[in-house]
């Protein structure tokens, strides 16, 4: 069974930074694209940041410059380094990888998501 474990979050002041980590495990399929959402209280859950199996990134507005993601594929990890934190990067955050598998064709997993909580 295909399974993301996160870590990584926690509680940090304004300013500070964080690493997310995702780590998939128990598939056979291939890995494509891999991302980050975040999902505040009350509100939607944002695409933040994406990763192509060849390393192509892309990033919200809201964290362009602050927040970078990265890749490891030898450990089919995901990782969010995050800098510049403000009070409105609070959050749950989530991973999501897209598989896709020769016989049942592409699907995405989620991660059970991480807290992150910027403090003043």
């Known amino acids: 069974q295909v399974q993301l474990v996160e870590s990584g979050g926690g509680l940090v002041q304004a300013g500070g930074s964080l690493r997310l980590s995702c780590v998939a495990s128990g598939y056979s399929a291939s890995i494509s694209a891999m991302k980050w959402y975040r999902q505040a209280p009350g509100t939607q859950r944002d695409l933040l940041a994406s990763i192509t199996s060849g390393g192509v990134t892309n990033y919200a507005d809201s964290v362009k410059g602050r927040f970078t993601i990265s890749r490891d594929n030898a450990k089919s990890t995901v990782y969010l380094q995050m800098n510049s934190l403000k009070l409105e990067d609070t959050a749950v955050y989530y991973c999501?990888?897209?598989?896709?598998?020769?016989?049942?064709?592409?699907?995405?997993?989620w991660g059970q998501g991480t807290q992150v909580t910027v403090s003043s």
């Open positions: 999501h990888v897209d598989f896709e598998d020769v016989t049942y064709g592409g699907f995405g997993v």
